[in-house]
């Protein structure tokens, strides 16, 4: 939006917060702004800059929140293992100016590049040309210091190599866990992400648990970590699996929260979901503010 360019009028009342969105300084494809700019949009109240293991796309999105009037929450979204699978936790309101916060987040950044190495040596052995630069080069831009290239990267490579029909088809071939390209490094505990958010004065969130097709494992990691809240409302999870996790937040007194997952569009197709198919009522941030930096019972 140029500068002095009015905004267009909105009818309806702003209603509705979406808590996951992803951009371009991990594995999404929109500037941070242009999330918010999507959000305003769509008649938002708020979206959550989450992207993985970087606070470095919350400055922008701030900015251009007090230009559209649309809360950002700065958010992350924290690469950790449990039972043998890749779990995420969800970190709202954390200060990203911690330094200590930003230390580790950066080696949680060289973890996932390893990662990132080894699917594709994975894909080579399966005998399918791909590079390292090839995914980078797909960005059509330079990587930032604090930026990192994640798994729909790769995905975006092998689509456009024909390799996958589309980004789910890379996912269930190759890079998802049990795909014939998956790999993972050595990752902190649920545990220790819910600490660390507590301590940059953020609050920990569960992502997407029904992704993980394990809810014992999910109740187990409720139980062990200091969460405070679980996305009970996400892209992904059908009402079945909806009213399941908001039966498990209730049972546990956790903050049920809600997000597209957005990663933007590619090939057409928007991944996961886009920005605002899945919401939650303002108080929800009014708990989430309450919750940070406090240890859950």
Not at 9 to 27: E, F, P, Q, W
Not at 130 to 143: A, H, K, N, Q, Y
Request: glycine share 10%; charged share 25%.
């Amino acid at each position: 939006m140029e500068s002095g360019q009015q905004l267009p009028s909105m009818v309806n009342i702003r209603k509705g917060c979406d808590l996951h969105t992803h951009t371009l300084a991990s594995d999404g494809m929109n500037e941070p702004s242009e999330n918010v700019r999507i959000a305003y949009e769509k008649g938002l109240h708020a979206i959550a800059i989450t992207d993985h293991d970087t606070v470095s796309g919350v400055p922008e999105a701030l900015e251009a929140g007090q230009r559209y009037g649309i809360t950002v929450i700065p958010g992350v979204e924290i690469s950790t293992m449990a039972g043998g699978k890749d779990i995420h936790i969800l970190g709202y309101y954390v200060n990203t100016e911690d330094q200590d916060f930003l230390n580790r987040l950066s080696n949680l950044r060289n973890t996932r590049n390893e990662r990132n190495e080894k699917i594709i040596r994975n894909l080579q052995n399966l005998g399918i040309q791909i590079t390292m630069e090839e995914v980078v080069s797909g960005l059509g831009r330079d990587l930032k210091p604090d930026e990192s290239v994640g798994r729909p990267h790769i995905a975006d490579a092998l689509v456009r190599k024909g390799v996958a029909t589309d980004m789910r088809d890379a996912f269930d071939r190759y890079l998802a866990q049990g795909g014939l390209a998956y790999a993972a490094q050595p990752r902190i505990s649920p545990q220790q992400a819910c600490s660390w958010i507590r301590e940059a004065g953020g609050t920990p969130v569960l992502a997407h648990p029904g992704i993980y097709d394990d809810d014992e494992l999910v109740r187990n990691i409720i139980k062990e970590a200091s969460l405070a809240g679980i996305e009970v409302f996400h892209s992904d999870h059908g009402s079945e699996e909806e009213n399941r996790y908001q039966k498990l937040a209730d049972e546990f007194g956790l903050i049920a929260t809600a997000g597209s997952d957005y990663h933007g569009e590619r090939q057409g197709v928007i991944f996961h979901g886009d920005i605002g198919n899945r919401s939650v009522p303002e108080d929800v941030l009014e708990q989430l503010k309450a919750a940070r930096g406090r240890i859950g019972s």
